[in-house]
């Protein structure tokens, strides 16, 4: 009787702590303070519970969704119209909730939603921190998606800032109760990503949107995050860890993955920053410490590439003898789509220009290639003729554009993102994103490791592999996304050219739909050019 009373009583309390962080957790005002206070109010019911010798109360949040609940509101775009849509808010994707100020998932729904619309889901993940869910905004690509009479969800994950106290002392772990734990260290925002994709799944039929028209979309570690959304569904390295955090058993796979300078390939970034940018005036000129790390990164990049044996469109194997001509081609590709819609592209950036009057041919070595956007109109078949002097971009300068980049934003310093205790570098977002639960920061490449005479271990880099879409592309046992849409500004230099390239690359060589550009002038930044890019998304999901 006594028993059952303290059953009751611990069940009474974790319901109020479930229901609280149903009620609180969802919104974004939930303070850290509140948190902990309730988390000690959790561990003295699992104390309790304990005492009184009995067996475990299941109260975890139950998988959910009722689709009578959610709350109609209007969103005002840019250009004043109303987008009237229906809101469900704060929804946990797993059960085993260890972060309930991030664990939890928003779907929105336009007016006219059918089953068959397709998903928008957005990651706001940046910096590879922590991204609580967020309401759909007028100004990027969720506002349109919902004017474009889109689903859109948009799931928070943790990330490496995050942190809870601990409410159990784990001796296997190395944690204390009490202690403060970070939950959000690799792999647990990709886990959490696939959890949301797992949830639109588990309730596709009682919600509206199709949750076989999933598009994922997101900037920076976000686009990194959006990539591997893409590049992972279904792979069974990924199984046991949503299985433990109590995901649906559903596929992850995604239809379309929208990946807006994604930061990607770590553990091989390091060394395609340094082939890139090793020559720049800036490294040339600058520590010779970090340029003797440099010349040593540069020096390994030919081999990776090798490894990864790529095929440019045209079916040429990419070397590191032609990577260069490759990625002036695209820049040029880029620019002339730019200066096509009416863009100044000074020639201080190292181009030329064509001379002579093209007699509204375009020049065999510059022009759009196929493809690569709209001739301007004196190009077009039966146009009024022209090809004037200077119409054409028919070559760049590296160095020269290269200098420029760098002159536009200064370079990281080498190595770029593995820079713990290497030439004087202090640690990354990246050093912390493959620390561990009590706030390590480490090193996660063999070249940084060996530096500071540490090596990775297994653990480590295992992470580090479940954060590289690059592993499993073509691997025969994933289900890679069919289509894909990149962009990488032409001059962002928070990764390098070859890091985007290379994925999409190797998404091509695969067989994906790709749609790759280094957009014009853009620095490090996300959700541009939305009317091309709803275009292309219109594209792939009415398959015409
Ligand atoms: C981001 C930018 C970086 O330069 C980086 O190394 C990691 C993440 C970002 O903006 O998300």
Redesign the pocket.
């Known amino acids: 009787m006594l028993v059952l009373k303290k059953m009751k009583k611990v069940a009474v309390q974790r319901t109020a702590y479930v229901v609280f962080l149903i009620t609180f957790g969802a919104s974004n005002q939930f303070n850290n303070h509140m948190k902990r206070i309730l988390t000690w109010m959790l561990a003295f019911a699992v104390v309790a519970g304990a005492s009184a010798k009995t067996k475990a109360v299941k109260t975890q949040p139950q998988l959910a969704f009722d689709p009578t609940i959610g709350e109609t509101r209007t969103l005002t775009m840019p250009d004043g119209q109303m987008v009237n849509y229906t809101a469900y808010e704060g929804m946990f994707f797993v059960t085993n909730v260890e972060d309930s100020t991030y664990q939890t998932i928003n779907v929105y729904v336009p007016d006219g939603a059918t089953q068959q619309t397709p998903i928008l889901l957005r990651t706001y993940?940046?910096?590879?921190m922590a991204a609580p869910t967020q309401q759909p905004k007028a100004g990027d690509a969720t506002g349109r998606a919902l004017r474009e009479g889109y689903v859109v969800a948009i799931p928070g994950s943790r990330g490496r800032n995050s942190t809870v106290v601990a409410t159990k002392t784990d001796k296997k772990a190395g944690i204390k109760r009490g202690q403060t734990i970070y939950t959000g260290r690799a792999p647990a925002a990709i886990l959490d990503l696939k959890a949301a994709i797992r949830y639109l799944r588990q309730f596709d039929d009682v919600m509206l949107g199709d949750a076989e028209k999933i598009i994922t979309d997101g900037?920076?570690?976000?686009g990194a995050m959006s990539s591997l959304m893409g590049a992972t569904g279904n792979n069974p390295a990924y199984e046991p860890l949503l299985r433990a955090m109590g995901a649906a058993q559903q596929r992850d796979d995604v239809f379309a993955s929208v990946c807006y300078c994604p930061?990607i390939d770590l553990d091989h970034a390091d060394m395609a920053y340094e082939w890139l940018y090793n020559g720049t005036d800036s490294r040339q000129q600058g520590d010779a410490a970090v340029l003797a790390v440099s010349n040593e990164l540069k020096a390994q990049f030919p081999a990776y590439l090798a490894s990864l044996n790529l095929h440019t469109p045209d079916g040429t194997l990419l070397t590191a003898d032609n990577y260069l001509d490759y990625i002036k081609r695209e820049l040029i590709r880029a620019a002339q789509i730019a200066k096509n819609a009416g863009a100044d592209i000074p020639d201080s950036l190292g181009f030329t220009f064509s001379k002579e009057d093209m007699g509204g041919m375009p020049p065999i070595n510059g022009g759009v290639r196929q493809g690569g956007g709209q001739m301007p109109p004196m190009m077009q078949r039966g146009g009024p003729g022209g090809g004037k002097p200077g119409d054409y971009i028919i070559d760049l300068d590296m160095p020269t554009y290269l200098n420029y980049v760098v002159s536009t934003q200064p370079l990281?310093t080498a190595p770029?993102?593995d820079t713990q205790g290497v030439a004087g570098g202090r640690a990354?977002?990246?050093n912390d994103e493959f620390g561990n639960k009590s706030g390590s920061k480490v090193n996660f490449t063999d070249y940084s490791a060996a530096k500071t005479g540490s090596v990775v271990s297994d653990d480590i880099r295992e992470n580090v592999r479940l954060l590289n879409p690059m592993n499993f592309i073509g691997d025969g046992v994933t289900d890679v996304a069919p289509h894909w849409y990149i962009r990488h500004g032409a001059r962002d230099r928070?990764?390098s050219f070859p890091v985007p390239i290379n994925l999409a690359l190797k998404l091509q060589n695969a067989g994906k739909d790709v749609n790759f550009l280094l957009a014009w002038n853009r620095p490090?930044s996300g959700d541009y050019a939305l009317d091309e890019l709803f275009d292309w998304i219109n594209t792939i999901v009415t398959g015409k």
Not at 219 to 222: F, I, K, L
């Open positions: 993940v940046g910096g590879y900037t920076s570690a976000g930061i990281k770029a993102f990354s977002g990246e928070d990764t490090h």
